[in-house]
């Protein structure tokens, strides 16, 4: 049985940093994995994803502030993110994909963690 366990997330201030962690379970170690966000009143979208052979993935909008991370032997996936905006507050969730070929589209993806909510404010 496939799980996906998320873990960090809260408040942050602007400018501030927060870490996302994903424990996957019953996949392979060479599943693709990747962030998606959903904002308030908006539509769930892309964020980053990382093959297990370290191609990475980015959306525009945080390119330069966020950083996906993995670990092929524990098959966790971490999401650094830096210098934080009101713009990325959003319900973050993990994503997974039997395929090890990663993708910016959600419809590629087959397993979906619980979601995890990141409030940037002051």
């Known amino acids: 049985q496939v799980s996906l366990v998320e873990s960090g997330g809260g408040l942050a201030q602007p400018g501030g940093s927060l870490r996302l962690s994903c424990e996957v379970r019953g996949l392979p170690f060479s599943a693709g994995l990747a962030w998606f966000r959903q904002p308030p009143s908006k539509e769930r979208e892309f964020v980053a994803a990382?093959?297990?052979?370290?191609?990475?993935y980015y959306a525009e909008s945080v390119k330069g502030r966020f950083a996906i991370a993995r670990d092929n032997a524990k098959i966790t996936v971490h999401l650094q993110m830096n210098s934080l905006e009101p713009a990325d507050t959003a319900v973050y969730y993990c994503?997974?994909?039997?395929?090890?070929?990663?993708?910016?589209?959600?419809?590629?993806?087959?397993?979906w963690g619980q979601g995890t909510q990141v409030t940037v404010s002051s």
């Open positions: 990382m093959s297990w052979n370290n191609i990475k």
């Open positions: 994503a997974a994909r039997y395929s090890g070929v990663v993708s910016r589209q959600s419809a590629d993806y087959n397993y």
